[in-house]
């Protein structure tokens, strides 16, 4: 009996944390969407790296700061928008992966698709990533 009851608490545990991780990952692409740069930087940890590739080029390989300026700096009155669909979150300990697909929409039309590979560390203040990795499609983006 005991051993169940902590079966179902590390189940609880784990399905709270994983509200959480995606919470932090959505938090990212409101910022990117409202062009927030400090809600940007407050998902991640101060040495957290973002790197886009498309095939075998490197399209970006920045600093959270580095990152954070870059998405939020666009011309006036465009608008984009990231949606990852049926994300796999992975949790051990803490630390914790999110992998997806996604889509990204600039002024409501697909501008790309790819993958998403987010990763996550527990701290005091809670989950934070500390890495982004994303492939880059331009090209046999899925109809969602």
Request: glycine letters at 6%; a neutral charge.
């Amino acid at each position: 009996m005991r051993i169940l009851l902590l079966l179902c608490l590390a189940i609880s545990l784990k399905a709270g944390d994983r509200e959480d991780i995606l919470a932090v990952v959505q938090s990212t692409f409101d910022g990117m969407a409202s062009a927030d740069a400090a809600k940007i930087k407050a998902t991640m940890t101060p040495e957290a790296r973002v790197l886009l590739m498309a095939g075998d080029k490197v399209l970006m390989n920045a600093t959270a700061e580095e990152f954070a300026t870059r998405v939020t700096t666009r011309k006036e009155g465009v608008k984009i928008e990231e949606k990852i669909y049926a994300p796999k979150v992975d949790i051990s300990a803490g630390v914790a992966s999110v992998w997806a697909e996604y889509d990204f929409f600039s002024n409501g039309a697909v501008n790309h698709c790819g993958i998403d590979a987010f990763l996550l560390q527990k701290t005091a203040a809670g989950w934070k990533i500390f890495s982004i990795a994303s492939t880059v499609e331009k090209q046999g983006c899925p109809a969602r």
